[in-house]
Each structure stands twice: as C-alpha cells, then as structure tokens.
C-alpha cells in the first residue's frame, strides 16, 4: 500500500470564482485513480475517479463532444 499524499490543483483556467474543482493527478501511476475534490470544502469527500476514464472525460470535454450546459 503507498502512502503517497495528493498533490492537489486547480485549473489554471480557473477564473477563482469558487465553482472550482481540484485534481490530483500524482496518483494515476500508483494507485490508477485520479482524486478530484470541491476547492470550496478542501477537507470534504473525495472522488476517486479511475484514470482512463478521468481521460475519457476530459479528452470529451476539449473535443466539444459534451455539448454545451
């Protein structure tokens, strides 16, 4: 088991307007997981989203695949 720590970030696209998420992508190689959290609530739940779909995701998102909200 590692005790390696995440090394959160955020966007740099991040305009710092609070609806921001964190990501910690020191855990791919490791544990295979891509640990994403609220900015807002550091301390809050963790979502341990498997790596090839966190790439999934944002290979959709930069493609223009998700539509628009």
């Given at each position: ?20 998420i ?32 966190f790439?999934?995701?944002?290979t959709?998102?930069?493609a ?6």
């Amino acid at each position: 088991m590692t005790t390696e720590s995440p090394r959160w970030f955020t966007s740099s696209y991040s305009n710092n307007g609070g609806a921001c998420i964190e990501v910690a992508g020191n855990l791919v190689a490791s544990r295979g997981v891509v640990p994403v959290r609220d900015s807002k609530v550091p301390s809050g739940p963790v979502l341990d989203i498997p790596a090839d779909a966190f790439l999934s995701f944002v290979t959709s998102v930069k493609a223009g695949d998700l539509g628009s909200i």
